[in-house]
């Protein structure tokens, strides 16, 4: 797909999938900016791409508005967003503790509201394209995945409704739900090659998916 002039905002840019989605939209054509906590990785990844880096909270809904309407005022439209901002917790229920189910749920789903709250204040008057990421967690049971899971399914619920609200408005909203991708945050599930064969032996193509293959689906959506 030609992202030729789009002007497109990434939640969470300097990490795996955000990252390698950035770059792909560059070789499109898109004008980007990076969002995310980190400054110094958000400049490494916005210095390759030729993009503009903000240092924003996305778990903050007003801070997140804020840098769209500002985008939108510079630029004119912001035609996409994609959520990319995430965490990732493996423990079963009985041992997850109140501070982090607040912070799985801030950090996904919170995230992701942040982005469509956004998205249907800017893109009201000019339409546009909102991608959150899910994760395959959320439609398959997982041990020890219940935290992350039931964020990662509120992600799907959210998308569905902002979907029925805002298609008068022309604004589209998808979600992605990838298995296991081979990122930071997920190398020290994959660091012992008895946990990376395990793993594999549970997709259907015997391999861990790449950034890459995620970057592609959220690009053409």
């Not at 797909?1 to 939209?25: F, P, Q, T, Y």
């Not at 903050?60 to 959520?83: F, M, P």
């Not at 469509?116 to 997982?142: P, T, Y």
């Amino acid at each position: 797909m030609d992202h030729k002039e789009n002007k497109i905002l990434v939640v969470g840019a300097s990490g795996g999938i955000g990252s390698a989605l950035c770059r792909l939209l560059k070789a499109q054509g898109a004008t980007l900016h990076l969002a995310g906590r980190d400054e110094e990785k958000l400049k490494d990844v916005a210095g390759e791409v030729e993009g503009k880096a903000h240092e924003v909270d996305a778990c903050d809904s007003e801070a997140l508005l804020e840098l769209c309407k500002d985008i939108g005022k510079k630029d004119g439209t912001l035609d996409g967003i994609v959520n990319c901002a995430g965490s990732l917790l493996l423990k079963p229920a009985h041992l997850t503790s109140q501070e982090e189910w607040n912070t799985t749920l801030s950090q996904n789903l919170g995230t992701a509201f942040s982005v469509v709250h956004a998205a249907g204040r800017v893109m009201a008057k000019s339409g546009g394209a909102v991608v959150l990421i899910s994760s395959a967690a959320a439609q398959k049971g997982l041990p020890n995945h219940e935290a992350i899971a039931a964020a990662k399914a509120g992600i799907e619920g959210l998308m569905r409704s902002a979907a029925a609200t805002y298609a008068r408005r022309g604004i589209r909203f998808n979600a992605v739900a990838p298995g296991l991708v081979r990122t930071p945050l997920t190398h020290s599930m994959l660091s012992k090659q008895s946990s990376e064969e395990r793993s594999k032996s549970m997709h259907p193509l015997g391999e861990i998916g790449r950034p890459e293959d995620v970057a592609r689906a959220i690009a053409w959506l």
